[in-house]
C-alpha cells in the first residue's frame, strides 16, 4: 500500500515537472525575436569575430565549406572540370584560358583559394582578378582607388586576408547591407540607380549582383566594367560590346575560325532580373539566404546554396506544392536548359572547324568570311550568356530558352555562310 | 427516517461530491476548449506569431482561427482532432523544431477548404467546383496567410 503511494506520487512529480517545462518554454522563455547589436571594428574582416557575436548566421555560413553536388544534378559545389559533362568547351574556348581550366565553382570561404589554385592565373594576371574575391578589396580601394586593377595580381596577395566574408555585404556600425565593388556602384550610376539609395529588399538582391553579374576589363586601365549600359539581356550586351567600349574589342581570337571572342562570366544577377522571380521583386536572398529556425530563433541562412537542398525554407514561403513536385519543376526546366545548351555549343563547336576550312581557301569570299564570323561571336555569346551563368536557365526559363534557340540559328547560319564563302560545303 | 439514513448513507455524499466535481470539470472543460479557440491564445505561441500577424490584417479577421482549422462535423469529431493538433503543437512547440514556413497537412487543407463551403457554398453552387476534389486554398492561398502583412525581417537591438 505504501509502496503504491510512493509510486503516484512520483508520477505526479514527474507530470509536473513535465508540466512546468512546457509551460516555460511555450509561454514564459520565448525565443529571441532580435539580435543584439555589437561593436565590430569597421576594418574587421575575420568572419569568426563576428560570428562570436552572430552565431546562427556564422554557423550557417560554415556550410558554405561544404562540397556537394546538387540536388538536380545541375551546378554544385564539387570542384571537377566542366569540360567532362560539356566536352564543346574545349573547342569553344580554344586559344584561351577556360579551355584549360574551367571548374564548377565552390562556395564563398573557398574564393581566395580557388583564385591560388585555378591554371587560368599566369605571372601576366592583373589586380582586377581579385575584386570580387575578398573583403579586403575595401581598403585596397580606399588606398590606391582603381590603380590596383593594373597592378600584377602577385603584388596585391600579400594584402590579401580572407576571402568573401561578412563585411563584403554588411557595415558593421549598423549591420545593414552594403556593396563593396565600386564597378557595381559605377555600372548602376550609369544606369542611373542610386544604390546608397537602394532599398533593403533591393540590396536583399545587390549585394548579389555586385559580383555575380558579366564584367570586362578596360584594356588601358583594366578596370573591372559591367556592359549594362544599353539593358540587361544579352542583345543588349552584345549591341553594347559591338561598339567597341574604350577600345575593348574581343577578348581573344579564335584559332580555328579567327572570330573575335567574347567570353561571358556568370550573368547570374542579369538574367534572374529579367525573369518572372526579378520582375515579381522576388530578392536573390528570399531563396538563397531563407529564413529558417534554429530552436525557434529565426535568422537569415547564410549558406548560399542552391535553394534545391531547402525547398521548404525557400519556395514553400509562397508556393504551396509539396517539396518533391517543386524540385521535379525545377529538375524538368534545367533539363531543358541543359539539353539546348548542348546542341547550341556542340553547333558552335562544328563552326568554328567550317570557318577555320573555309579561311583557309585560297579563293575564299572576304566579305562573306567576315559574315560568318561575326555570326559565330553572337552565337557564342548567347550560348555562354548561358553556359556561364549559375542556375541552368532556371533564374529565367524563357529567355534562357529563346537565347539558346537564338545561339542555335546563329550557329547554323554562320556555318551556311563559311560554306558560301568558301563556295564549298564543309 | 429512511431519508435520513439515505443523507447519511457514504453512497449518497460520493455521489453528491461526484457531481459537484463532475460540474466543475464540465466547466473547466469547457471554458478552456472556448478558451483555446481564441486567436489571442492560438496567436500566443511563437511560432504562430507571423500566420497571427497576417490574419489580423485580411479580410477573415472577424473569424477566429478555429472557424476554419477545425473539421466541419461534429463536436466529438471537432474535439478529436484539437486534442489530437494541439499535442502535436504542443510537442514541437516545446521542441521548438518548427520550421519558419509552417504549411498545411493534407488533412489540414481539406479540413480548410470545407470550412471555405460551408459560408461560401452558394458561390460554387453552378459550378463544377461542386463536383468533387475542389481545392479552394489553390488560387485562393494569400486570402488570410500570405505575402507582405507580416511584421518580417530581424530585428537590430541597438
Known sequence: MKSKNVFLSALLGIALIILCIILVRVFLLQPSETVKLAAIPDTEY??????????????????????????????????????????????????MAFSK??????????????????????????????????????????????????????????????????????DPKTMKLRVSNPAFMD???????DVAKASREDMRSYVCGQCHAEYYFKPDDKRVTFPWDKGLKPPDMYAYYKEIPSGFDMDWLHPDSQAKMLKAQHPDFELFSEGVHGKSGVSCADCHMPYMRE????????????????????????????????????????????????????????????????????????????????????????????????????HNPDQTLNTLGQSIDLAHQAIATANRAAGKQY | MQIENVKKSSIFKFLISGIVIGIILA????????????????????????????????????YTCTECHLPDTHIIGQVAYKTQAGINDLIHETARDYPVAIGLSDRARQIVNGNCV????????????????????????????????DQGGIKIEK
Not at chain 1, 304 to 329: F, G, I, Y
Not at chain 2, 140 to 149: D, E, P
Open chain 1, 46 to 95: 575575420d568572419p569568426a569575430v563576428w560570428g562570436k557575436h552572430y552565431p546562427l548566421e556564422y554557423q550557417s555560413y560554415l556550410k558554405n565549406k561544404e562540397m556537394a553536388p546538387s540536388p538536380t544534378g545541375f551546378g554544385g559545389s564539387i570542384k571537377e572540370q566542366k569540360s567532362i559533362k560539356e566536352p564543346e568547351i574545349l573547342v569553344n574556348f580554344k586559344g
Open chain 1, 101 to 170: 581550366d574551367y571548374t564548377e565553382d565552390r562556395g564563398h570561404p573557398y574564393a581566395m583559394d580557388d583564385l591560388k589554385e585555378t591554371k587560368r592565373v599566369t605571372p601576366a594576371t592583373v589586380g582586377s582578378c581579385m575584386t570580387c574575391k575578398t573583403a579586403n578589396l575595401r581598403d585596397i580601394y580606399k588606398t590606391m582607388g582603381w590603380n590596383y586593377a593594373k597592378k600584377p595580381l602577385a603584388e596585391l596577395m600579400p594584402l590579401i586576408k580572407h576571402p568573401i566574408v561578412c563585411a563584403n555585404c554588411h
Open chain 1, 187 to 193: 555600372a548602376m550610376q550609369r544606369r542611373g540607380i
Open chain 1, 295 to 394: 530552436k525557434g530563433r529565426k535568422y537569415s541562412s547564410h549558406w548560399v546554396t542552391s535553394p534545391m537542398k531547402h525547398v521548404q525554407a525557400s519556395c514553400r514561403t509562397c508556393h504551396t506544392q509539396d517539396e518533391k513536385w517543386l524540385l521535379e519543376r525545377v529538375r524538368t526546366t534545367q533539363n531543358n536548359v541543359f539539353q539546348l545548351q548542348g546542341i547550341a555549343g556542340q553547333t558552335i563547336a562544328r563552326a568554328h572547324d567550317v570557318i577555320g576550312k573555309a579561311g583557309a581557301t585560297p579563293e575564299v569570299n572576304q566579305a562573306e568570311l567576315s559574315k560568318a564570323r561575326e555570326l559565330i561571336r553572337n552565337a557564342q555569346w548567347f550560348w555562354d550568356f548561358i553556359a556561364a551563368e549559375n542556375s541552368m536557365g532556371f
Open chain 2, 27 to 62: 466547466a473547466v472543460a469547457v471554458g478552456a476548449y472556448h478558451q483555446s479557440g481564441d486567436a489571442r491564445f492560438c496567436g500566443s505561441c511563437h511560432s504562430m506569431k507571423p500566420v497571427h500577424q497576417q490574419w489580423k490584417t485580411s479580410n477573415h479577421h472577424q
Open chain 2, 118 to 149: 460551408r459560408c461560401h457554398a452558394s458561390t460554387i453552387a453552378s459550378t463544377p467546383m461542386t463536383q468533387g476534389g475542389a481545392d479552394c486554398i489553390k488560387c485562393h492561398r494569400y486570402l488570410v496567410h500570405g505575402r507582405g502583412n
